[in-house]
T-cell receptor
Framework: KAGVTQTPRYLIKTRGQQVTLSCSPI?????VSWYQQTPGQGLQFLFE???????NKGNFPGRFSGRQFSNSRSEMNVSTLELGDSALYLC?????????????FGEGSWLTVV | LAKTTQPISMDSYEGQEVNITCSHN???????ITWYQQFPSQGPRFIIQ???TKVTNEVASLFIPADRKSSTLSLPRVSLSDTAVYYC????????????FGGGTRLMVKP
């Protein structure tokens, strides 16, 4: 069974631009969540989607948004990029996100903002 | 989600057994305990998950005492490739999959 797939793996953007990252969950998984990892702040929860609905959101500005499609694939978007948005963005999936579910992470998308 | 406390770093040598203990005093009744391993520039990799007593899989064992206020990840006969950061997480993963990661334990395995 294929794991969580994220694209692109690496990208460089300029301040003020916007970026879209893609995530394909494990087949059959309906819950997709996103995390940001930086050296200073560690791993932080961005948001989670289940059946195309955002169920939970972390403490990030509105520039960070996401969506989920009917096939459970998800995208996240960051608009008006800032230097501080440089980070490893991780996508994770689980069957339903309920108690006892195991959550699996992708390899991440490395975003560098210059 | 329950707050977790684990050692910041640990050193070991190849072939030794490594035990990393995580404290989670305010664990809730329906919380599970999960451990992840992360290598630099990669996503966290699921190692093991448990609720009580002992769980064992092909890579690790997880020991959980009766009061569930702590847990110990045991890695048998570590190798250099086990050098990584290990995260202990506690939570019921209620709607939202909002995992709260602490700082993790940096394990350094030496030859």
């Amino acid at each position: 069974k294929a794991g969580v797939t994220q694209t692109p793996r690496y990208l460089i953007k300029t301040r003020g631009q916007q970026v879209t990252l893609s995530c394909s969950p494990i087949s059959g998984h309906r819950s997709v969540s996103w995390y940001q990892q930086t050296p200073g702040q560690g791993l932080q929860f961005l948001f989670e989607y289940f059946s195309e609905t955002q169920r939970n959101k972390g403490n990030f500005p509105g520039r960070f948004s996401g969506r989920q499609f009917s096939n459970s694939r998800s995208e996240m978007n960051v608009s008006t990029l800032e230097l501080g948005d440089s980070a490893l963005y991780l996508c994770a999936s689980s069957p339903t996100g309920g108690s006892g579910n195991t959550i699996y992470f992708g390899e991440g998308s490395w975003l560098t903002v210059v | 989600l329950a707050k977790t406390t684990q050692p910041i770093s640990m050193d070991s040598y190849e072939g030794q057994e490594v035990n990393i203990t995580c404290s989670h005093n305010n664990i809730a009744t329906n919380d599970y305990i999960t451990w992840y391993q992360q290598f630099p520039s990669q996503g966290p990799r699921f190692i093991i998950q448990g609720y009580k007593t002992k769980v064992t899989n092909e890579v690790a064992s997880l020991f959980i005492p009766a009061d569930r206020k702590s847990s110990t990840l045991s890695l048998p006969r570590v190798s250099l490739s086990d050098t990584a950061v290990y995260y202990c997480l506690v939570g019921a993963y209620n709607a939202g999959n909002m995992l709260t990661f602490g700082g993790g334990t940096r394990l350094m395995v030496k030859p």
